[in-house]
């Protein structure tokens, strides 16, 4: 059995809470709810001939007055950095966290999630934005919190980016 912690951060209201749900439970609702510090979630999954246990630090998103706790982050084996795809300042911020993530704990494996996929007829978010995470050699994914679209599979990339030791 492998274990993991692995951290949800992103800008307040990118649908952290909502991406767990959809993933640990495979619910969604429609109610908004605030994350005040963490929110800690567990899941076990079968990859390949491994069983993975996985601890899902679900961190209060951050704004322009409240920056994520980088002690948090300690000890995590990977993180998904969520954007929502209807507010193109949610990218920006998530830049800025990931570059204080490498400052705090180093370079751990990520992988960029655009959620709200379900409302691309709403997105704030150009192709050349993608082309340019792509450049950078970061690794990301659409999905809807909403539909489950592209869920599994963020967290799947992600692990396979972690070392199971």
Known sequence: MIQKKICMVGAFAVGKTSLVARFVESIFSEKYHTTVGVKISKKALQVGDQEW???LWDLAGEDEFLQ?????????AGYLLVVDGTRRATLD????IQQRIVDTVGNIPFV??????????????????FEELSHKGWSWLKASAKT?????????TLITKMPEG
Do not use: M, P
């Open 93 to 96: 911020t998530a830049v800025s």
């Open 68 to 76: 994520i706790r980088t002690s948090y982050l300690r000890g995590s």
């Open 112 to 129: 960029v999630l655009f959620n709200k996929s379900d409302l691309t007829n709403e997105w704030e978010i150009a192709n050349d934005a």
């Open 148 to 156: 489950g679209e592209g869920v599994d599979e963020a967290f799947l």
């Open 53 to 55: 246990h996985l601890i």
